[in-house]
């Protein structure tokens, strides 16, 4: 069975620091492109920060220079450090794990993430 826990989120003050972790079982680590997504309210779920399988990073425009993923093969962890945040950031984040050569993903539950002004 697979599973995708994320944990991390709270409550932080505009400029404040948050590290989300998520920790993956059932699946071949490795194997897989990791992603962070968000979802805020009335709004679509978008793509926060990606890292494949050999270390390759990208970001969302909207977080480029304060938001850093990260990845620990070796204990199925993925990480997303946020600093500076903002208002707009306040958003449930979701872990999701892609699989690099099928057409196959998993989803976490998910945590929220609220930054107040």
């Known amino acids: 069975q697979v599973q995708l826990v994320e944990s991390g989120g709270g409550l932080v003050e505009a400029g404040g620091s948050l590290r989300l972790s998520c920790v993956a079982s059932?699946?071949?680590?490795?194997?897989?492109?990791m992603n962070w997504y968000r979802q805020a309210p009335g709004k679509q779920r978008e793509l926060v920060a990606a890292i494949a399988s050999r270390g390759t990073v990208s970001y969302a425009d909207s977080v480029k220079g304060r938001f850093t993923i990260s990845r620990d093969n070796a204990k199925n962890m993925v990480y997303l450090q946020m600093n500076s945040l903002k208002p707009e950031d306040t958003a449930v984040y979701y872990c999701?794990?892609?699989?690099?050569?099928?057409?196959?993903?998993?989803w976490g539950q998910g945590t929220q993430v609220t930054v107040s002004s």
């Open positions: 999701n794990a892609k699989f690099t050569w099928a057409p196959v993903d998993y």
């Open positions: 059932g699946i071949i680590f490795s194997s897989y492109a």
